[in-house]
């Protein structure tokens, strides 16, 4: 009988052979790493076999079904403990050491004014409470429970929100992912200074705006019958000049690319008898509108000029997040600093000064950042300012306005609506939420959460996955101490003088999603340990409360 080849199958066998041919390499360096171990574990156990067979012979001839089974399972457990053995070392948590510190080593910490983050102190966070099952078992029902009723709500949380350290301004708004229904809300509808959490709604837009796919270039071109080389930039704000790129756009690479292409040009023209001199080089900025210097003012720590070319954030020192002194001309540190690399590559240039690319410049070589769905949860986790106004910027150039920052806060607004989601009152001043003229509310930040887990949305994804985890991560990593949302709450802080906010997602004890935005003005400044201890308190009640 002949059966015929499932219609499902045909169409997913491409990406199934693609797949395996991914990973067929890594399993082979997994097969001849556990080779040694595996062979060792064999010898060990070959003794104890030939003794049970040589016991057991005379009393099976064949085995039965059931022995067949048990043998085979016992074989397998065998194979397993060794595999397992060799690929060590395991910590009492069951993940292997080396891949936590891999984990820790990726970490990227930074933002404006947020605290140290998870590992600089060598104290660990205590081992977050189990959450509920991720699948439920056979006929579980997680997640099918009843949501947690408004009333019940707010006789958990209302006392909190109402606590006078909060000072007089306050908001709330608790929002069921799976259904929209919002089950709490206290001045949630009411527009509040956000803080770091505007980059939740910079996030979205610029993920609706360009797609998380979207890659910012840095370009070296040649204008055409001259030996000018411009260094045009795209805006990439996390292009760098050091040695360890660390995954993103290298300002090395583009020398060396550069350099090999200039100096194959050069060996054409001296075959043709032309002269190849020292190269004119300059740098373009044109790509971004209006000033480069944020309200807050031009000597901020937490923040660069905003340029569309800058290398490693403008920073004077090795650091790669949080505060730090900032170049007072990034564009032309970057511009100087490839001058360097280009001359130590043997190409000669001149000072760089400012130009604009013609549109018939030829491309020399190109540099690329990650994808934006990377710079969104590195943005996120981090709070990295620089990062949040770059992508406030891209989301104006892909919806065609002014890539400044009254520019970017148009293009967010306009792609913010083509969502649906609820903007009255709300104000975008820049993408970061450093500026206090910034003004969101609370039912604009859970719909904004709720947008993103949509299934029809999975752009947007991101913007959760970005999301710091109490206790562990981020922003996060040195608040839920001792507290029930450790490792259970995911949230993007937010810290001015005197505004404290939280926003992001949660599930309760009976499997339900919850997104949640707290936002807290006072004057005079109420204590910000205080503030902070409060809305941490306000998100680990809602891990906890199963208030249905």
Not at 73 to 98: E, I, K
Not at 471 to 497: C, D, I, N
Request: a positive charge.
């Amino acid at each position: 009988m002949v059966v015929p080849e499932l219609r499902s199958w045909r169409a997913a066998r491409p990406h199934v052979a693609r797949v395996a041919r991914a990973v067929r390499p890594r399993l082979v360096r997994a097969a001849e790493a556990v080779k040694p171990p595996l062979v060792r574990a064999a010898e060990a156990v070959k003794p104890p076999l030939v003794r049970a067979t040589e016991a057991v012979k005379p009393l099976v001839k064949r085995p039965s079904t059931v022995q067949f089974t048990t043998g085979a399972a016992a074989l397998g457990l065998v194979v397993a403990a060794t595999v397992v053995t060799a690929a060590g070392p395991w910590d009492s948590t069951g993940q292997r050491t080396a891949e936590r510190d891999w984990a820790a080593s990726r970490e990227r910490a930074g933002g404006a004014d947020h605290g140290a983050v998870s590992g600089v102190s060598g104290k660990e966070p205590a081992p977050a409470p189990s959450a509920v099952s991720v699948l439920a078992g056979v006929g579980g029902t997680a997640g099918s429970a009843p949501s947690p009723s408004e009333k019940a709500l707010g006789g958990v949380l209302g006392p909190l929100l109402d606590d006078p350290a909060l000072g007089g301004g306050r908001a709330g708004a608790v929002v069921d992912i799976a259904t929209g229904k919002r089950l709490y809300g206290k001045g949630a509808d009411a527009a509040r200074t956000p803080a770091s959490t505007t980059k939740i709604a910079t996030a979205v837009a610029a993920l609706t705006a360009a797609g998380p796919d979207h890659r910012i270039a840095t370009r070296a071109v040649l204008e055409p019958g001259t030996e000018e080389v411009v260094l045009v930039g795209g805006g990439d704000p996390t292009l760098t000049a050091r040695k360890d790129a660390a995954g993103n756009a290298s300002l090395r690479a583009l020398a060396d690319d550069t350099a090999r292409a200039l100096k194959s040009r050069k060996a054409g023209q001296r075959e043709k008898g032309g002269k190849a001199g020292e190269v004119t080089l300059s740098y373009d900025t044109s790509l971004y509108a209006g000033t480069a210097v944020h309200p807050i003012g031009a000597d901020n720590t937490n923040l660069a000029r905003v340029t569309a070319l800058m290398a490693d954030e403008g920073r004077l020192d090795d650091s790669s997040s949080g505060p730090a002194d900032r170049s007072t001309d990034p564009a032309g540190d970057a511009a100087r600093k490839f001058a360097d690399l280009l001359h130590e590559r043997g190409i000669k240039t001149t000072v760089p000064g400012t130009s604009k690319a013609s549109a018939r410049a030829k491309t020399l070589a190109t540099v690329k950042s990650p994808p934006l769905s990377a710079l969104v949860e590195r943005m996120l986790t981090s709070s990295d300012n620089d990062i949040a106004e770059a992508l406030a910027r891209q989301t104006a150039l892909a919806a065609g306005e002014p890539a400044s920052f009254k520019g970017g806060g148009a293009a967010t607004r306009e792609q913010l609506k083509k969502l649906g989601l609820p903007l009255k009152g709300a104000k975008f001043a820049d993408g970061s939420g450093l500026d206090r003229a910034d003004k969101l509310t609370a039912d604009l930040l859970t719909a904004l959460l709720a947008k993103a887990a949509d299934p029809d949305r999975p752009e947007l994804r991101p913007v959760l996955t970005g999301l710091p985890v109490a206790g562990f991560t981020g922003t996060l990593s040195k608040r839920y101490e001792g507290r029930p949302g450790t490792g259970l709450v995911r949230a993007k802080t937010g810290t001015l003088t005197g505004v404290h906010t939280l926003a992001g997602t949660v599930v309760d004890t009976d499997g339900r999603l919850l997104a949640f935005a707290f936002l807290t003005e006072s004057d005079p400044p109420a204590n910000p340990a205080t503030a902070q201890q409060t809305l941490d308190d306000l998100a680990s009640e809602l891990a906890t409360c199963g208030c249905d």
